[in-house]
């Protein structure tokens, strides 16, 4: 059978004693020799609907999956990676017939192979521009550096050209980028996460980079991770590199600027960059890894351990007990035969306000019931997809086959996680990429699955549409889309606070995280339950032109009570529009 660990906050002088028990699904049947690629039972509750044939998706297979909307036409598109390494499909949604349509041209320059795709806009122009990354180990026949496309609408037409952008010379293991603005600059750099570099029957870790943008220029700024660069000739190798395999970015201190949360494997410990104001004076920021103070690099079983952490494929960052310190959640890959130094895939729950932050860390793993099993977390992302303002978690947990399946947590009131994926139907197989987004527009947030058949080949991958179903009743939800003129255009690294009359819901606006990422659909959902609106205060990523001034915002939504649910974009003069065709305004 399979089942999850209780999930128990341990209580102490520092921490809240919260019961984060976690409910056990019903253990699956063992006679059943019929291999199940699907959900393994008809839904208890109904509160999803597979209709990927109604949306146009039938026989579609996908390893990673990208919500973006890349025609500028405000409907989401899908693009597809179908393998580990492939060629990019491009699906346009088109409003009339409510399906995603497979492009009849290549948007591309040329034929290109991929293992992940992030859509930014450098240039600030408001179309989708494209970075194409390639992991680089042995199952590629050619490797490639970061590859740029800027993105220009042509007839209604979205069309690529590539751009020659130079990052350091040579050819990487690049596992994860995160774009995000790091300076608040109002550009766009990139954090760049490297794994093992194989040179013959050899490896190891290479150090990963931090890139300072401008539109598609980019210059170095490695020497701002502190001391990632340090390299000892004698040993032929960087002394701090870890293999760096996921990465996320979050406020996690609350400073105004945004901190980077790295998941390394092999036992490494994770690294969280902490982004700090340079004691030198000199403007420039800098970068310390404050993850074995924090309790982010491992448990506390591998603290002392150079190698106790666990293989760590991605972190990500959010309030979910609306408290007001941010958390985290860890996926790790983790089997039974483990020392119970090796780190499991946990919550790790933030216990104070002040510097540095600590996590309690609550581990959770699943149990096969005959001694032996095995967990991939490949993949997470939060979404209230019930509207009670408490955030859920799916998991992409995946790769052990036939037990390893989509995981829902679902956050009770009591701040408990509960798995209720097999009761709702959705426990699909080997789930990989999987997004968010609202596919129907009915201000509900729905989600969209992938699937590989690792480690067995009858499994026929396919991709799985679920439509969020759950009764609205006398629920709020809102969706904001930021518009940055002066910040990035999508304002990602913002952090915004909703605050209701019963409490106050924080979330960071990020859309491509961890290893090899697939990306969510744009737009911060919030689930209000049946609270009312009062404000919303938005810390956009960028510094005033006096270059001294955080630009916070507070935005009232009292006029926005009488609808359960409001699509509004924020714009950085301190306006709402209704429309996110209209356009922003310049504050100076």
Known sequence: MIFLTSLLLIDSCSHKNIDTKTVAPKPYNKKIDKLISGPTKKPVINQFIDQTELYGLRNIKATNLYAVDFNHDSFTDLVVLPEHFSIPDFYQFEGNSNKFIKLDYNPLPEVIRGSYLSFVDFNKDGILDLVVGTLNLKTELTKYPLRFYKGVIINNKIYYSHINVNLSRGIRPTATISLFDYNLDGHLDIFEGNWYEYTGKKSKPINDQLYQGNGFKFKNATGFLFKEALYSKDQEKYLNA???????????????????????SSGFK??????????????????????????????????????????????????????????????????????????????????????????????????????????????????????????????????????????????????????????????????????????????????????????????????????????????????????????????????????????????????????????????????????????????????????????????SLKNFQKKLHYDLVLCEDGSILLDRTQNCKRLF
């Open 242 to 264: 870890r293999p760096s395999f996921g990465v996320s970015t979050c406020d996690i201190d609350q400073n105004g600027y945004p901190d980077i949360l790295v998941s390394t």
């Open 270 to 555: 994770n690294k969280l960059w902490l982004n700090q104001k340079n004691i030198l004076n000199t403007g420039q920021r800098l970068f310390k890894d404050f993850g074995v103070e924090s309790e982010f690099s491992s448990d506390y079983d591998g603290k002392h351990s150079p190698r106790g952490g666990g293989n760590s494929f991605y972190s990500l960052c959010t309030d979910y007990n609306n408290d007001g310190i941010m958390d985290i959640v860890v996926g790790e890959l983790s089997h039974s035969y483990d020392t119970e130094a090796r780190d499991r895939s946990a919550f790790l729950t933030g216990t104070r306000k002040t510097f540095p932050p600590v996590f309690l860390r609550t581990e959770y793993h699943t149990d096969s019931g005959d001694g032996g099993w095995n967990q991939g977390d490949r993949r997470g992302v939060f979404f209230d997809y019930d509207m009670d303002g408490l955030v859920d978690l799916l998991v992409d947990n995946s790769g052990f086959p036939p037990k390893s399946r989509l995981i829902l947590f679902r956050q009770e009131e009591n701040h408990s996680f509960a798995d209720l994926s097999e009761a709702l139907g959705i426990n699909i197989l080997n789930p990989a990429g999987t997004v968010t987004l609202d596919i129907n527009r009915d201000g509900q947030m729905d989600f969209i699955s992938g699937q590989t058949n690792i480690r067995n080949s009858k499994i026929v991958p396919r991709l799985y549409v679920f439509i969020n179903k759950v009764l609205r009743l006398k629920k709020r939800s809102f969706r904001f889309h930021l518009k940055g003129i002066h910040s990035n255009s999508h304002g990602y690294g913002a952090l915004l606070k909703l605050k209701t009359n019963k409490t106050t819901l924080t979330k960071w606006n990020e859309t491509i995280s961890g290893p090899l990422p697939s990306q969510n659909e744009s737009g911060i959902y919030f689930g209000l339950g049946e609270g009312l609106p009062q404000k919303i205060t938005v810390n956009w990523p960028i510094i005033l032109k006096d270059k001294k001034t955080q630009h916070i915002l507070e935005y």
